[in-house]
């Protein structure tokens, strides 16, 4: 396992790209953390902690979590040991002032340049994805109902534990969640090009094929 100079991502895409699946691949191929801003909202509202009750009502309606809600955390994660080497953020930054308060983060501690990896689908193949998403209530292990479909159903291959689906894989909220990408996510995609920090790639096909498009585009070694 080799982990490249830069190995600080972030990846960009609106909900459904793929941004999940591609981290962990990712993650396991360079050795560096998987960080999703989403999982970890998640995990809190599970464990029905006060972040946790506060972001449940932003993320039901699809819209964005606070950045005063949102910054603490992804600081904190940061700041952990495994980080050293880097990390593959999934979910983080959101919008331009995400972006700018990650370069503080990155700047005290760790400096060093970030990439930003873009995935890019079409809006139909979005809804697709999400619509029949689902994951491991014990792992977090990801399947589609279509695509990558659990042997038995409602049961994770991994580990035996149910399969749920996401409360904001409805379409009315993946309608809003789109729309919030487009206003606040997109222009990271001008944020990042301009500092020649962005990496794009096509994110419709198997998702093994994306993956060789994305380790191609970041040059991580095969
Ligand atoms: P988050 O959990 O980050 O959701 P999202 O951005 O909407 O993205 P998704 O997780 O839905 O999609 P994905 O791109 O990871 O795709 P996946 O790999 O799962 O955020 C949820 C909410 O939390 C937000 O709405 C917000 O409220 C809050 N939040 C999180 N971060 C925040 C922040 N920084 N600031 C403020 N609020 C924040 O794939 C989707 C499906 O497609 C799966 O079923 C998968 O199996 C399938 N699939 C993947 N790749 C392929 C392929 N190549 N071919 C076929 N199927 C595929
Ligand atoms: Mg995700
Ligand atoms: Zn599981």
Do not use: W
């Not at 953390?33 to 989403?38: E, F, K, R």
């Not at 972040?51 to 932003?58: E, S």
Request: contains cysteine; glycine residues 10%; proline residues 6%.
């Amino acid at each position: 396992m080799t982990t490249p100079a830069s190995s600080k991502l972030v990846l960009l895409g609106p909900p459904g790209a793929g941004k999940g699946t591609q981290a962990e691949l990712l993650s396991a191929r360079l050795g560096t953390p998987h960080i999703s801003t989403g999982d970890m909202l998640r995990s809190e509202i599970s464990q029905g902690t006060a972040l946790g009750v506060r972001a449940k009502g932003f993320m039901d309606k699809g819209e964005l979590v606070p950045d005063d809600l949102m910054l603490g955390i992804v600081r904190q994660r940061l700041a952990r040991m495994d980080c050293n080497e880097g990390f593959v953020l999934d979910g983080f930054p959101r919008s331009v002032p995400q972006a700018v308060s990650l370069d503080d983060i990155c700047g005290g501690a760790s400096p060093g340049k970030l990439r930003a990896l873009s995935l890019d689908v079409p809006t139909d193949e979005l809804v697709r994805r999400l619509t029949e998403r689902r994951t491991c209530r014990k792992c977090g292990a990801m399947y589609h109902l279509t695509f990558e479909p659990p042997k038995r159903p409602g049961i994770c291959d991994k580990c035996g534990g149910d399969l749920y689906q996401r409360d904001d894989d409805r379409e009315e909220i993946i309608a809003a969640r789109l729309e919030v990408y487009r206003k606040e996510t997109a222009p990271l995609l001008t944020f990042y090009r301009e500092r020649s920090a962005l990496v794009e790639v096509q994110g419709t096909g198997a998702t093994e094929q994306v993956f060789r498009r994305v380790v191609a585009s970041l040059g991580v070694p095969a």
